[in-house]
């Protein structure tokens, strides 16, 4: 885990550090705070070699991209719905990790303590030639995905 600042939920953590956490803990899950279209055209984490899938929560609603009010509640919902418990270790998981920071906060101020930030998210930050994927993220350091 990194040592910036993290007030407000449990840290940063690379992708890698993420897929090693799902995959030694059975009940830690990647949230996937993306937006539909992006789940659609860009790929999502593939997770099948630790027999997961992501749980898909948009933060902001594609085209206009205003924060989803109902976030918590729905994201709950699917959480119940697998069977975990508040204290499950969440890594949530967005372009290059800044909707998802927002979504760990949330969480975190909902009463779960275990919400991780994944630096860099699915696609990293842009490269000196305006492409993502280049620098860091999920797609960078290798971690398997998918592309529907």
């Given at each position: 885990m990194s040592s910036s600042d993290h007030?407000?939920?449990a840290g940063d953590v690379s992708p890698s550090?993420?897929?090693d956490a799902i995959t030694q803990n059975?009940?830690?899950q990647i949230v996937d705070v993306r937006t539909t279209?992006?789940?659609a055209y860009v790929g999502l984490p593939d997770?099948?070699?630790v027999n997961k899938t992501p749980?898909?929560?948009e933060w902001q609603v594609f085209p206009k991209m205003d924060v989803d009010a109902e976030f918590v509640g729905k994201l709950r919902d699917a959480l119940t719905a697998r069977g975990l418990a508040q204290s499950t270790p969440l890594y949530f998981l967005c372009r290059s990790?800044?909707?998802s920071k927002a979504a760990a906060i949330a969480m975190t101020a909902a009463g779960y303590p275990h919400c991780f930030n994944v630096t860099g998210g699915f696609e990293g930050p842009l490269d000196p030639e305006g492409r993502r994927g280049h620098v860091a993220g999920w797609k960078f350091e290798g971690l398997p995905w998918a592309q529907s």
């Open positions: 007030a407000g939920y550090e993420s897929f059975e009940q830690a279209a992006e789940w997770l099948k070699s749980l898909r929560a990790g800044v909707r």
